[in-house]
Nanobody, 116 residues
Framework: QVQLVESGGGLVQPGGSLRLSCAVSGIRFDLYAMTWYRQAPGKQRDLVASITRSGITNYADSVKGRFTISRDNGKNTVYLQMNGLKPEDTAVYYC??????????WGQGTQVTVSS
């Protein structure tokens, strides 16, 4: 029922920055908390950051101080600003609705590769 379209990934050098976007449709976006996950090849999908409907944020220890999650309810979009990127940040990044109702709904993800 919910559509999630991630974009903004790419190849970046260590220490560089990227801004990911996730366009959300099919739901009242402003009523839901949103999250970003990432998954590297052969590894499990891990929670990176979350943001409540009112803008309260939380981060995994591995990205705290480097990544910033934000949302624009007028555009039905959630963002992930990534600074000081490290090779271990290389993964496919996915946004997700924080609700049991939509726990099975995932987008295509966007690839982030950090390499020199």
């Amino acid at each position: 029922q919910v559509q999630l379209v991630e974009s903004g990934g790419g190849l970046v050098q260590p220490g560089g920055s990227l801004r990911l976007s996730c366009a959300v449709s099919g739901i009242r976006f402003d009523l839901y908390a949103m999250t970003w996950y990432r998954q590297a090849p052969g590894k499990q999908r891990d929670l990176v950051a979350s943001i409540t409907r009112s803008g309260i944020t939380n981060y995994a220890d591995s990205v705290k101080g480097r990544f910033t999650i934000s949302r624009d309810n007028g555009k039905n979009t959630v963002y992930l600003q990534m600074n000081g990127l490290k090779p271990e940040d290389t993964a496919v990044y996915y946004c997700h609705v924080l609700s049991s109702r939509y726990q099975g709904d995932w987008g295509q993800g966007t690839q982030v590769t950090v390499s020199s």
